[in-house]
């Protein structure tokens, strides 16, 4: 399998760190859809990231898809078996999923020129970044007071997206506004799976 992206992308970085907890053999490529353009069209010729080329061929996008690919070629889910303990995971993998969803909005947003920059939806895309880094930060300080026992979905996606926000758009979250969360993130960028899928936007 061929997973391709740039790690700074939080969707590339999450289903890179699952397909490793998974023991899944796969490459990565780090291929931007901005700078790299006529490679990653090679590869798909819909320029997103994360793409993921399967073993036959067959192209997928969207993380959650890819990652969904990933489990049924390792056999297992990162996802808990008990129902109850699995509701929770996927609402935090919701809230992880959303936040990095509202803070990719900021980041385009600001990119624009001033004179087109439309700010009543930046302020209400900050808005709702906040609401979901507030339900994740309860999760975290309910749920991840250390390092989970094995690695879910919900876990990994609160971290990476934690680790997005404060690499691309740092002023638009104060580092110990969620301390909960950012004290979860510390933990698990200090572990050697995290360290293996450093956040970068460097040239391959």
Known sequence: MLLVGMLDSPYVRRAAIAGTVLGVDFEHQSVSVFRHMDRFRAINPLIKA???????????????????????????????????????????????????????AIEYE????????????????????????????????????????????????AAVAWGFIRFTIPDAVAADAFPALAAHAARCEATDLFKHWPIDRESP
């Open 50 to 104: 994360p793409s993921l080329v399967a073993d036959d061929g067959t192209v997928l996008m969207e993380s959650q898809l890819i990652i969904q690919h990933i489990e049924d070629v390792a056999g297992r889910s990162l996802r808990p078996a008990d129902p109850v303990e699995r509701l929770r995971d996927l609402r935090a993998t919701g809230l992880a999923i959303v936040t990095c969803e509202k803070a990719i």
């Open 110 to 157: 600001r990119k624009r020129p001033d004179a087109i920059r439309y700010q009543p939806w930046l302020d209400r895309v900050a808005e709702q970044l906040q609401e979901a880094l507030a339900a994740l930060d309860m999760v975290a300080g309910d749920r991840w007071k250390k390092l989970p026992e094995r690695w879910t979905h919900g876990a990994i996606g």
